[in-house]
């Protein structure tokens, strides 16, 4: 049996993560973390029955004690909730699908505790890469990766052992708004902005996904993943999301990974690596795509993936400026605060007043985040 803890089981991976378990007959969930949607929690335990369940408000943890006191399950609550869930014991592999840097404490509790980790959440990795890979590395874990470009990259690197990567080039749809001047997009609003073009997924990484940031920190997540300076992870805009990433090597041939655009697939190829297995939904039909289509990234009229290739480059404490500063505003973009281009204003202005500290701790890291919302909410 393959023993599954879920973080972040209620959202658009969690729920995926749960449909793939429930098409292989050797998986089992022993734990599940939610923020707040206890109802939808409940159904997955009482489907699922792991063996413990975190939420993250006190007051709604006891709501589903009672909710499930007829089944054997332990209820938790908040960060130690979340940690508990994160090394529940049975479980050989946790899925991070928590949205934003949440996830950092989790990961690494999880790590120590000697589980594999199937990585979602990027925000951990982007915030705190430095103190991740050496610990995987050090706790002899596999950080498998389920976002779907890292998952493609990772592909790729089959079989290439200590074959040297010249490039990685990261795909992007160039979301909803591609071809748009800023001028163009001053006047969006959140239902525009939640519409993407081929991915369904969680309301931030969908804004994410419109504003470029999203590639911005998918840049900083392979830098991690596989070990690369930031200038050698270009983005490809390929508008119909066919192609999932790429690899050049040194002799300059290119690895592609193809495929109709599937979360469960990612997440399926992290739970059973190095197995692939069987799996429905639709197949690529080349005679119907005809052609696929390139185009470059429009750093000009996105500014945030500018920023994040600064944020990466300089790295120290200035990823989590970059991270928080986003996870800010594109909450208070989706709460009608802030217009749509002052997402990435906010990014902007929160990283050129801050002075970046070099590898910090934990502390460190979430103190950087608490300043960064500080400054923001004294100013937005
Ligand atoms: P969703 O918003 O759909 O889901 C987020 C999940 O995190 C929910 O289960 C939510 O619980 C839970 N959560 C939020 N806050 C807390 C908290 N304080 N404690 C415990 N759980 C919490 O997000 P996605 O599934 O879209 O994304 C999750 C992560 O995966 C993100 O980092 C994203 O960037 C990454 N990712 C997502 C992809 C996608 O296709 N969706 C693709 C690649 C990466 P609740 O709803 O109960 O509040
Ligand atoms: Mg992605």
Not at 93 to 113: D, E, L, Q, S
Not at 119 to 130: C, I, M, P, S
Not at 253 to 278: F, H, N, S, W
Not at 351 to 377: C, F, G, K, N
């Amino acid at each position: 049996m393959k023993k599954i803890a879920i973080l972040g089981s209620t959202g658009s991976i969690g729920t995926q993560t749960l449909e793939v378990v429930e098409q292989n007959k050797d998986m089992e969930v022993t734990a599940l973390a939610a923020g707040s949607n206890i109802r939808l929690l409940e159904q997955q335990i009482r489907q699922f029955r792991p063996r413990l369940a975190a939420v993250w408000s006190e007051e709604k943890a006891k709501e589903l004690r009672t909710a499930v006191a007829d089944l054997d399950v332990q209820v938790e609550a908040g960060m130690d909730g979340l940690i508990a869930a994160a090394t529940e014991a049975s479980a050989r592999i946790v899925v991070t699908a928590v949205v934003g840097m949440i996830g950092i404490r989790p990961t690494i509790a999880a790590i120590r505790a000697g589980k594999d980790i199937a990585l979602a959440n990027k925000e951990t990795l982007v915030t705190a890469g430095h103190l991740i890979i050496p610990l995987v590395k050090e706790y002899g874990v596999r950080l498998l990766p389920v976002d779907s470009e890292h998952s493609a990259i990772f592909q790729c690197l089959n079989g290439e052992h200590g074959n040297r990567i010249s490039k990685i080039l990261l795909t992007a749809s160039g979301g909803p708004f591609r071809g748009r001047t800023r001028e163009q997009m001053k006047d969006i609003r959140v239902e525009d902005a939640l519409k993407h073009p081929n991915w369904s997924m969680g309301q931030k990484i969908t804004i994410d996904s419109s504003t470029m940031v999203n590639k911005g920190l998918e840049v900083m997540e392979a830098k991690w993943l596989f070990g690369v300076e930031m200038d050698q992870v270009q983005v490809v805009v390929q508008p119909q999301s066919v192609i999932h990433s790429m690899v050049e090597f040194e002799d300059g041939a290119v690895m592609a990974q193809l495929g109709t655009p599937d979360m469960k697939l990612p997440i399926q190829y992290a739970l059973c690596y190095p197995e692939r297995r069987l799996m429905g939904g639709e197949r690529l039909d080349f005679r119907k795509l005809k052609e696929i289509r390139f185009e470059e990234p429009d750093f000009e009229n996105f500014p945030g993936l500018s920023l994040a290739y600064e944020a990466g480059k300089t790295g120290g404490s200035l990823p989590t400026v970059f991270n928080a500063a986003n996870e800010r505003a594109v909450s208070m973009f989706l709460n009608r605060k802030i217009g749509y281009l002052t997402i990435v204003d906010i990014i902007e202005s929160a990283m050129a007043r801050h002075s970046v500290i070099s590898a910090p701790s934990v502390d460190q890291i979430l103190e950087a985040e608490r300043e960064t919302y500080d400054y923001i909410e004294s100013r937005w």
